[in-house]
């Protein structure tokens, strides 16, 4: 067990392997936008990195969604580039282009990172973990989570969002060494990063690959599938029972490979994992978790029931946690995931 760890919370009984129904639900991103006390809350924030690093505020921001739909977990409220910012580079979020950062542009930057700063710098993040342990439902379970190193390195390198990656992908094909010195840097920050989390409070965690989906797959088991085998590791190192969430987002049939090698207790799967193959080669092995498409959600009735439906018949039976394939829209309307939680608790 984990500190604190109460075995008795669906999620986590979902991810120890049991088949849980009706299934355990939380959504990604489920603090966010399209809720207005959101909207309220990051308004008297400011700044978005700001909003991470309060406490009070984070605690809040967590805590809404929990409230208006009772999801059996709640997610830490931070962003996977806080972790660059505790590594010293210069983060910063700008409305309407998204995350920005100081590009990091040779191995030279690379050296001037500080891994030995991070616990300090991002000690608001295990405040905030230390109260929302106290201020849950007894029922509700609390994630941590992390980016993956090779999308975390990406925005590191590209200094914002990307359309394909051409600068990173660019660097780990012309000098593999010196990018492999940044994704091993990344390793063991990201390690370290979740263990003090869970020290601080946190169940489960999950690392998000958001952008897994772009390498050859020599390549996906070079920077992809090898760092989240050895960021597993070394947390079931210390803590044997602590359940790990993979999300190696566009993986396609390299899926299967995480799943058998990577150590996780759970895959996050998108929106394109196939339900019946899903159900077959991955089910079998790992507790799977999704993959509602966010437009469905969108849009609602009828698709939302049909869609919903695929995926409670497939995965029935095994264990199954109810998620989307990617982050809740900002315009999805609260009453569609009302109506999401009718369909699911009535399942
Ligand atoms: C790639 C990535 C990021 N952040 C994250 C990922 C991986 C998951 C994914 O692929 O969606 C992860 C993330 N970001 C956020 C959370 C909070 C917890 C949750 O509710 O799930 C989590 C788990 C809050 C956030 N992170 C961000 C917001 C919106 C900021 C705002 O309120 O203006 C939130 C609620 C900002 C952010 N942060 C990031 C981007 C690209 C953006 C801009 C996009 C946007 O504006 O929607 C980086």
Same mark, same amino acid.
């Given at each position: 067990?984990?500190?604190?760890?109460?075995?008795?919370?669906?999620?986590?009984? @979902? %991810?120890? *392997?049991? &088949?849980?129904? /009706?299934?355990? #639900?939380?959504?990604?991103?489920?603090? $966010?936008?399209?809720?207005?006390?959101?909207?309220?809350?990051?308004?008297?924030?400011?700044?978005?990195?700001?909003?991470?690093?309060?406490?009070?505020?984070?605690?809040?921001?967590?805590?809404?969604?929990?409230?208006?739909?009772?999801?059996?977990?709640?997610?830490?409220?931070?962003?996977?580039?806080?972790?660059?910012?505790?590594?010293?580079?210069?983060?910063?979020?700008?409305?309407?282009?998204?995350?920005?950062?100081?590009?990091?542009?040779?191995?030279?930057?690379?050296?001037?990172?500080?891994?030995?700063?991070?616990?300090?710098?991002?000690?608001?993040?295990?405040?905030?973990?230390?109260?929302?342990?106290?201020?849950?439902?007894?029922?509700? @379970? %609390?994630? *941590?989570? &992390?980016?993956? /190193?090779?999308? #975390?390195?990406?925005?590191?390198?590209? $200094?914002?969002?990307?359309?394909?990656?051409?600068?990173?992908?660019?660097?780990?094909?012309?000098?593999?060494?010196?990018?492999?010195?940044?994704?091993?840097?990344?390793?063991?920050?990201?390690?370290?990063?979740?263990?003090?989390?869970?020290?601080?409070?946190?169940?489960?965690?999950?690392?998000?690959?958001?952008?897994?989906?772009?390498?050859?797959?020599?390549?996906?088991?070079?920077?992809?599938?090898?760092?989240?085998?050895?960021?597993?590791?070394?947390?079931?190192?210390?803590?044997?029972?602590?359940?790990?969430?993979?999300?190696?987002?566009?993986?396609?049939?390299?899926?299967?490979?995480?799943?058998?090698?990577?150590?996780?207790?759970?895959?996050? %799967?998108?929106?394109?994992?196939?339900?019946?193959?899903?159900?077959?080669?991955?089910?079998?092995?790992?507790?799977?978790?999704?993959?509602?498409?966010?437009?469905?959600?969108?849009?609602?009735?009828?698709?939302?029931?049909?869609?919903?439906?695929?995926?409670?018949?497939?995965?029935?039976?095994?264990?199954?946690?109810?998620?989307?394939?990617?982050?809740?829209?900002?315009?999805?309307?609260?009453?569609?995931?009302?109506?999401?939680?009718?369909?699911?608790?009535?399942?």
């Amino acid at each position: 067990m984990v500190p604190g760890q109460s075995a008795d919370k669906r999620f986590l009984r @979902a %991810l120890g *392997g049991e &088949a849980v129904w /009706p299934p355990p #639900v939380w959504l990604m991103r489920q603090a $966010g936008r399209y809720l207005p006390e959101y909207r309220k809350t990051r308004a008297e924030a400011g700044d978005f990195l700001d909003l991470c690093l309060t406490p009070e505020l984070a605690v809040e921001v967590t805590l809404q969604p929990i409230r208006r739909f009772g999801f059996d977990a709640a997610i830490l409220f931070s962003d996977i580039l806080v972790v660059p910012h505790g590594l010293g580079q210069k983060v910063w979020f700008e409305e309407g282009t998204g995350p920005r950062l100081e590009p990091l542009d040779s191995p030279a930057a690379i050296g001037r990172l500080e891994p030995s700063a991070l616990r300090e710098r991002l000690a608001p993040v295990f405040e905030t973990l230390r109260r929302l342990r106290s201020s849950l439902p007894a029922e509700t @379970a %609390l994630i *941590g989570f &992390a980016g993956a /190193p090779w999308t #975390v390195a990406s925005y590191m390198i590209e $200094g914002g969002s990307s359309r394909d990656f051409q600068k990173g992908r660019s660097w780990a094909y012309g000098d593999p060494a010196g990018f492999q010195g940044l994704i091993d840097l990344l390793v063991e920050a990201t390690s370290d990063y979740l263990l003090a989390q869970v020290e601080a409070g946190a169940e489960a965690v999950q690392l998000f690959d958001s952008w897994a989906g772009v390498w050859p797959d020599d390549q996906f088991r070079r920077w992809c599938l090898e760092p989240a085998t050895r960021i597993v590791a070394t947390l079931k190192r210390s803590h044997p029972d602590l359940p790990v969430i993979l999300f190696p987002r566009g993986a396609g049939a390299l899926y299967r490979d995480v799943a058998e090698r990577a150590g996780a207790d759970a895959l996050s %799967l998108d929106t394109t994992v196939p339900l019946d193959w899903a159900r077959a080669e991955l089910q079998s092995r790992v507790c799977v978790q999704g993959n509602l498409d966010p437009v469905a959600l969108i849009v609602g009735e009828p698709a939302l029931e049909r869609q919903a439906g695929r995926i409670l018949e497939a995965f029935r039976g095994g264990p199954f946690v109810f998620n989307l394939g990617h982050g809740i829209d900002k315009s999805t309307p609260p009453a569609h995931v009302e109506r999401l939680m009718t369909l699911l608790r009535g399942a």
